[in-house]
């Protein structure tokens, strides 16, 4: 009775010691981009993500898209963007096309991944992103609401998962939905900015063209359908290497109490 006695205040007070040590300040997230679209159906480009203090608004419905939603809208090119948002802020750009030979795109099933640093202040941070998709004249998705999906609630990572459906498209206004091959990335454009100029607003996409060349050549990319998946970001709280470090010393020490006490019960 005695050893079990020792082992249980023993084991009492090194919990306490874990638990009592400070945690470490979250400053790293995982953001993990999916195409969730069946086979033969809509691709997009890779994503441009942003954090932010909530000031940065991509685009309003029932308005002009800018120069930089634009160039994403139509040719899927973030770098306009990327140089719009401030230097105080972190904007980046990625997907699956990273390696040599890689396609540059989300294709169904496809997926990938980067980590960012949020640093270690307490200032609430908020995401933005925006992708185009494939193949289409300027449709995009992305988030017109820039206090919508919060990352960072003073201190903490707001883990979540942010589902992208068909009804959540939207058309830059930018550029008139002819679908003709030479102004259709992946049906056979080749220079960027062209097409015919529409002069409208954002406003959600009614869809391609019935018998039309995009579902022609994609006939699963109808995303008007119900319940239709384009993609889904998933953001998770990355733990630094001191909290895994003390972790794995808790979990060290736990486990080395346990062996300790079945030699004890044997004696």
């Keep these: 009775m005695r050893h079990s ?8 007070v090194s919990s306490a010691a874990f638990l009592a040590a400070p945690a470490a300040q979250a400053a790293l997230i995982k953001i993990k981009v999916e195409n969730l679209a069946p086979t033969a159906g809509t691709l997009f480009t890779p994503v441009w993500v942003g954090v932010h203090d909530g000031s940065f608004d991509l685009f309003d419905a029932s308005a002009p898209a800018s120069a930089q939603l634009e160039r994403v809208a139509e040719d899927g090119n973030p770098g306009p963007l990327s140089t719009l948002f401030s230097s105080g802020m972190q904007g980046v750009v990625f997907g699956p096309g990273i390696g040599p030979g890689s396609p540059p795109i989300f294709g169904p099933g496809g997926s990938g991944e980067i980590v960012l640093d949020l640093g270690t202040g307490s200032t609430d941070l908020y995401l933005s992103f925006a992708a185009m998709i494939l193949p289409s ?3 995009f998705f992305g988030n017109g609401n820039p ?4 990352v960072r609630d003073g201190s903490n990572v707001n883990g979540q998962s942010i589902m992208i459906l068909g009804s959540q498209i939207w058309d830059a206004g930018t550029e008139v939905n002819t679908e003709a091959a030479a102004d259709t990335p992946v049906l056979g454009q080749m220079v960027a900015d062209t097409g015919t100029a529409e002069g409208g607003v954002v406003a959600l996409h009614g869809g391609f063209n ?4 995009i579902l022609t050549a994609f006939p699963n990319a109808d995303f008007t359908a119900d319940g239709y998946q384009v993609a889904r970001i998933t953001i998770s709280e990355v733990p630094e290497p001191g909290t895994l470090a003390l972790l794995a010393g808790g979990l060290g020490m736990a486990g080395w109490m346990r062996r300790k006490r079945k030699v004890m019960t044997a004696m």
């Design 5 to 12: 006695l020792r082992f249980t205040a023993l084991l009492a």
């Design 137 to 139: 004249n300027d449709a």
């Design 147 to 150: 206090t919508a999906y919060k």
């Design 210 to 213: 019935a018998g039309g060349p």
